[in-house]
C-alpha cells in the first residue's frame, strides 16, 4: 500500500467510509475518542440488558451488504438483520392507533377509517414519493456537490418535485386527514428535519422504507457497527479507541499529520472527519480553521433529544418494536423544539422496544427500552439538565405509563438518561445537536459541508454534517461520495 488516510471518529459514516478505502488498498486508520466504536450508536451493557444509544431503525441494507460486496465478502457472515413489523405503530391521545405496514390492503383499510377520500390521496402522496426517491436518493445520495454548476444541474429535477416546499406541505397537498399528515411528516424527525421546514425532497424517506423493509440487527445496533470493524479489521484496518484527536496538522496547504491527546501522532496522506464540522475545523492547525468554524456556528443547527433508557421486569407482547406516541400537539411543539426557548410539557414519543424482535437483549423475563424526545439543542433552550433532566425522565415514563406501558412504574429495575448536555460531552457536538446541521433546502447539497474542503484539498468529510445527511443510509451514502474523491485524489 502507498497511500495512506485517517478517518476521525467510528461512526456509521466514518466506518463505511473506511472500508471504501481499505477496501482499495489504501491504508486507513480511525481514530476514535470514546472507549467503544459506534459514535452516536454506541451501547451499554447493564445487568444483562443492552442498550443501543441508537440509530435504531435500518433501512436501506443494501447500502450496507455494498460494503462488504467491495470485496466479494457477504455481510451476513457478520450481522444478521431481522425484519421489524409492523414498521411502526402510530398512535394519538384520543386512542388512536395506526399500524405503519408494508401491506397495501392494511394500509388502505386504516387509511380509509380515518378519511376515506385520502385512500387515493395516499396512493398519489407513493407515487411523489417514489419519483423523489429514485431522484434525491437513487442518483444524488452519493454523488458529491462540490461547486455551485452541480447544484444547478440537479436543480431542473429537483424543482420538478417542488424541492422548495416543505414535506409536510407536500403531504398536505394529497391527503385530508390531519393524522395522516402526521403519519407520513415525522420521518424527517429521524434525521433531525422539521417536517414544517425540512425539504418536501425527504418525502422519499417513505419509498426507502416501503421498498427496503425496516430491519434491526440481532444482538442491536452495536452488533452492525461490531460487524462494521470486523471486516474492517479483517481487510487490513486499524482501529484507534479511547483517544481523541486534538490536532489536525496542516503543511503547505494539506492535512499532513493527526495529534490525539494521549500524545499519539501519525502521518497520512489524506485526512478524513466522521466528527462534528464544527470541532473538526476548530482542531485544524490552519487560519482556514477558525473562519470555517465561525462560518458555521452562524448556520442552523438540528435539535438535541432526550433518551431515557430502561429496564423492566416482565414483557409486554402486545407493544411492537417502534412506537411513535403523538402528542397533543404537532406544528406547536415543533416550533418549540425547533425555534423555541423552553422544555415542552406535552412532548411527542419515539418508544424503542427491541426485546420485541430479539429476546435476548434482555434476561430471560425482562425488558429492555428506551424512550425519545426531540428537545431544543442548548444554543436555543438555557436549560440546567443536570436538574431538569430526572424530573423530565420521570414526565416521559408517566405518558409512557399512560398510553402504552400499564404499570410501568412498579416494573422499573433500572433506568438513566442522556440529553442535550451529554451530546456536547460525550459526543463533542456543537451546542448538544443530535444531527448536526437542520436539514433544511440552505443547508442542502452545495449549501452543506461539502465532502472535500474547499481550501484544503485533502480534507474531507463524511457522516450527518456533510451531504446527503443524517441517517443510516444518509451517512453511508456520504461515504460512497467521499471515498469516491478520496481515491481519485490519492491515484493522482
Not at 264 to 284: C, H, I, P, Q
Not at 341 to 357: F, G, I, M, W
Not at 403 to 421: E, M, T
Not at 435 to 459: C, G, K, M, W
Request: glycine letters at 10%; charged letters at 20%.
Amino acid at each position: 500500500m502507498t497511500a495512506s488516510a485517517a478517518v476521525i471518529g467510528a461512526g456509521f459514516g466514518g466506518l463505511a467510509l473506511a472500508i471504501r478505502l481499505q477496501s482499495a488498498g489504501i491504508a486507513t486508520t480511525i481514530l476514535e475518542a470514546r472507549d467503544k466504536p459506534g459514535g452516536r450508536a454506541y451501547h451499554w451493557e447493564k445487568a444483562g440488558h443492552v442498550f443501543d444509544a441508537g440509530p435504531t431503525v435500518i433501512t436501506d441494507p443494501s447500502c450496507l451488504e455494498e460494503l462488504w460486496g467491495l470485496t466479494g465478502a457477504d455481510m451476513a457472515s457478520d450481522v444478521e438483520l431481522l425484519p421489524v413489523s409492523p414498521f411502526y405503530r402510530l398512535s394519538w391521545p384520543d386512542g388512536t392507533i395506526f399500524d405503519y405496514v408494508d401491506d397495501d390492503r392494511r394500509l388502505a383499510e386504516q387509511i380509509e377509517a380515518l378519511e376515506p377520500r385520502d385512500v387515493e390521496g395516499y396512493r398519489r402522496f407513493l407515487a411523489y414519493s417514489a419519483g423523489v426517491c429514485a431522484e434525491g436518493y437513487g442518483k444524488l445520495g452519493a454523488v458529491p456537490f462540490l461547486d455551485f454548476r452541480s447544484m444547478l444541474r440537479a436543480a431542473p429535477k429537483l424543482a420538478r418535485y417542488q424541492a422548495w416546499r416543505s414535506v409536510y406541505s407536500m403531504v398536505s397537498s394529497f391527503v385530508r386527514n390531519e393524522k395522516l399528515r402526521q403519519a407520513l411528516s415525522f420521518h424527517t424527525l429521524l434525521v433531525g428535519g422539521n417536517p414544517m421546514t425540512t425539504s418536501a425532497i425527504y418525502a422519499l424517506i417513505h419509498k426507502l422504507e416501503r421498498d427496503g423493509g425496516v430491519w434491526f440487527a440481532r444482538g442491536g445496533t452495536n452488533a452492525l457497527v461490531k460487524g462494521m470493524v470486523r471486516h474492517f479489521e479483517r481487510l487490513g484496518g486499524a482501529l484507534r479507541l479511547g483517544d481523541p484527536v486534538q490536532r489536525i496538522a496542516v503543511e503547505r496547504g494539506r492535512a499532513r499529520a493527526v495529534r490525539t491527546r494521549g500524545g499519539w501522532s501519525g502521518r497520512f496522506d489524506a485526512v478524513a472527519s466522521n466528527g462534528d464540522v464544527v470541532r473538526t475545523y476548530e482542531m485544524l492547525g490552519h487560519s482556514r480553521g477558525p473562519s470555517a468554524a465561525a462560518k458555521l456556528k452562524r448556520k442552523r443547527f438540528s435539535p438535541s433529544l432526550f433518551v431515557v433508557h430502561f429496564a423492566a421486569s416482565g414483557e409486554w407482547p402486545d407493544v411492537p418494536h417502534h412506537s411513535i406516541l403523538f402528542g397533543p400537539r404537532y406544528g406547536g411543539l415543533l416550533r418549540d423544539i425547533y425555534r423555541g426557548n423552553r422544555l415542552a410539557d406535552d412532548p411527542s414519543l419515539y418508544l424503542h422496544h427491541p426485546t420485541a424482535t430479539d429476546k435476548a437483549m434482555a434476561p430471560a423475563g425482562k425488558s429492555t427500552f428506551y424512550a425519545l424526545a426531540p428537545v431544543p439543542h442548548l444554543g436555543r433552550a438555557p436549560i440546567d439538565w443536570e436538574k431538569e433532566g430526572p424530573a423530565y425522565a420521570d414526565r416521559i415514563l408517566r405518558i409512557l405509563e399512560a398510553r402504552v406501558l400499564p404499570g410501568l412504574s412498579s416494573r422499573i429495575d433500572s433506568r438513566f438518561h442522556f440529553g442535550p448536555a451529554d451530546f456536547e460531552r460525550e459526543l463533542n457536538s456543537h451546542l448538544g445537536s443530535a444531527f448536526s446541521l437542520e436539514p433544511v433546502l440552505t443547508q442542502s447539497a452545495y449549501f452543506r459541508v461539502h465532502n472535500r474542503d474547499d481550501r484544503i484539498p485533502n480534507l474531507y468529510f463524511v457522516g450527518a454534517g456533510t451531504h446527503p445527511g443524517a441517517g443510516i443510509p444518509g451517512v453511508v451514502g456520504s461515504a460512497k461520495a467521499t471515498a469516491g474523491l478520496m481515491l481519485a485524489d490519492l491515484a493522482r
